[in-house]
Nanobody
Framework: QVQVVESGGGLVQPGGSLRLSCAAS????????MGWYRQAPGKERELVAD???????NYTDSVKGRFTISRDNAKNTVYLQMNNLKPEDTAVYYC??????????WGQGTLVTVSS
């Protein structure tokens, strides 16, 4: 049994920054790709960024140059540093981790609100 738990969401003004964290726990052998997705009200869930076990990253175009994904394999944790936040970044952000034995697991989500 494994789980992932997000933290770090909140309310921030436009232009501000937040750092999201996602920690995996349980019976972990290997975690392949870890990623962040988001879902805004009335919209479908979309990939924001992901990172492979070797550190290769991928970003959706709308966050390139503003967001940075990183991971600490020793802590089974993935981070999302979000800078220059915009109102359109408002969404529930979900962590996803692809475990060797258990497959893909989702977190419960953390709300990010960008508003003045």
């Amino acid at each position: 049994q494994v789980q992932v738990v997000e933290s770090g969401g909140g309310l921030v003004q436009p232009g501000g920054s937040l750092r999201l964290s996602c920690a995996a726990s349980g019976s972990i052998l290997i975690i392949f790709t870890m990623g962040w997705y988001r879902q805004a009200p009335g919209k479908e869930r979309e990939l924001v960024a992901d990172i492979t076990e070797n550190g290769r990253t991928n970003y959706t175009d709308s966050v390139k140059g503003r967001f940075t994904i990183s991971r600490d394999n020793a802590k089974n944790t993935v981070y999302l540093q979000m800078n220059n936040l915009k109102p359109e970044d408002t969404a529930v952000y979900y962590c996803n981790a692809d475990f060797h034995r258990q497959g893909e697991v989702w977190g419960q989500g953390t709300l990010v609100t960008v508003s003045s």
